[in-house]
């Protein structure tokens, strides 16, 4: 049975029957509870009061806003979409490339 390996099976891409939770999702999801867990003991080492419980609902908020897929990739995830935009940021968009192109049908005429 495990004898052939076809290819095109990547185990870390393939789409899981429960939730649709992929290695990468469950890797994002364990760092912003790691991240979470550590700020909830800084904070608030002996009593977690109101202040702490709206941090872990915020947390775990944005942990399911990161794992959702990206408008403009639909096989990427949002927080992919987030660091893209920020690492980036300086350099021009597409449209803005092609915009200040130019046409060389026009200057044959």
């Given amino acids: 049975m495990y004898e052939h390996f076809t290819p095109g099976r990547n185990i870390w891409k393939k789409v899981s029957r429960w939730l649709f939770f992929t290695m990468e999702r469950i890797f994002v999801l364990v760092i912003v509870f790691g991240i979470t867990y550590l700020m909830i003991k800084s904070f608030y080492p002996y009593n977690i009061g109101r202040y702490g419980l709206i941090?872990?609902?915020?947390?775990?908020?944005?942990a399911g806003f990161l794992i959702l897929p990206s408008p403009s990739?639909?096989?990427?995830?949002?927080?992919?979409?987030?660091?893209?935009?920020?690492?980036?940021?300086?350099?021009?968009?597409?449209?803005?490339?092609?915009?200040?192109?130019?046409?060389?049908?026009?200057?044959?005429n």
């Fill in 55 to 62: 941090l872990i609902i915020s947390n775990a908020l944005l």
């Fill in 73 to 108: 990739n639909p096989m990427g995830l949002m927080y992919q979409e987030i660091l893209r935009g920020i690492l980036k940021s300086s350099k021009h968009a597409t449209g803005d490339l092609t915009a200040i192109t130019e046409n060389k049908k026009r200057e044959e």
